[in-house]
């Protein structure tokens, strides 16, 4: 049985703690007013190297500007520190998913090896119903209009009598509308959170089974397949609409497949880092290199299936340069350059270079540093894909709220997953193929 350490558990409460400082310094810097935005406006461009030009032209366009600009400003900047806390509160809840799809695979696939990582997988899902609950809370905050995350739920957009009327959002408005949006995201986190718990009972169950009685075991490879033909389906759906909506006009047939490869990746390092740290505490004894090896491979391969996609899309897109499809890279290669070439980076030339090498896979402390680096890489791939629709050029990726969000959400994980991880022992019982992932060598 694993001991939540002392020493962890005051780290992910030190986590939480200085998280919520950074949360609680980017709303209570937030532009209350359409004239404090432009203040910070103003303020932001004065320390640019051409200071006295970049003001000169602030001062000389006050007049030309209109309301409607100045409003778009003020959002964007009251977005920021709520744009943040999105980006945090999906990664994490991401991260659990993505375990879970690769739990249900597991045991539909009948894998043997993989079995002696099932604790370490269930309590990483353990994570999900609470952060999906949050992320929920949180589409009702923007549906109540707290924020302006999601663009489309202005009501103005969609009154033909008003000036900002959008007629092509009204043409999606049978879909993009509030009531059915929230309606969606509750039967998404249902089905997700009903599994998780169902699995967590059965494999329990499965412990207690007199040896030879294979009930648990089928009920569960029925509910993991079931599980998986509504996941491929609510996964797309949710990536459609809990991210690919905050740019409404836009949209990407390979959007829910290039989301679901990077929440695979996140997913099977997040395995491989707790799995390790375990290790490296006395538990999981069954756990060798080759169990290492295998889950780094996949760390490896979808790292390499997460760059095809998004070069698929990518270069599809902008070689096409169809504007209404084009502007979607635009506005990032012009707003936020800097982390989108970082994200590429992280997530694809460097788990090409470094994780090809099969002595490295079997490396618990290489893992670590390369696990590091396509979680970050991750990060901000979701911070890419929620941002600029919803802060556009007011991002800011070295702040208070986006740090802090960061660690606040990173701090709530350690502490759910590893206290899940005291609630059962750390090996499963009764699977017919425990002597087959207790033996694993090559």
Known sequence: MYTFSKRLKTFSFALMIVGLVGIAWGFLNAPSTVEEAKEIVAHNESHDAHASEATHTVDASHDTHDASHDEHIFHQLQNRPWSALYVAIFFFMMLSLGVLAFYAIQQVAQAGWSIVLFRVMEGITAYLPIGAVILFVFLVLSSLHMNHVFAWMN???LDPASPKFDHLLADKASYLNVPFFLIRAVIYIV???LYQRYARKQTLALDQAIEGNLTHYKKMMGASAAFLVFFLVSESMMSWDWLMSIDHHWFSTLYGWYVFSGM???GITTI???????KSRGYLEYVNDSHLHDLAKFMFGFSIFWTYLWFSQFMLIWYANIPEEVTYY???FEEIKGPF????????VFPILVLMNSDYKRLPWFIIIAGVIVLVGHYIDVYILITPGSVGAQWKFISPEVIGSALFFLGLFIFVVF???TKAPLKVKGNPFMKESEQFHY
Do not use: K
């Open 272 to 278: 491989a880092m707790v799995t390790i740290y375990l």
């Open 155 to 157: 009501p103005e957009l």
């Open 419 to 421: 206290n899940a991880l």
């Open 264 to 266: 695979f990746v996140s």
């Open 191 to 193: 089905g997700w959170v």
């Open 341 to 348: 070439y970082a994200m590429v980076v992280m997530n694809f």
């Open 330 to 332: 635009v506005q990032r």
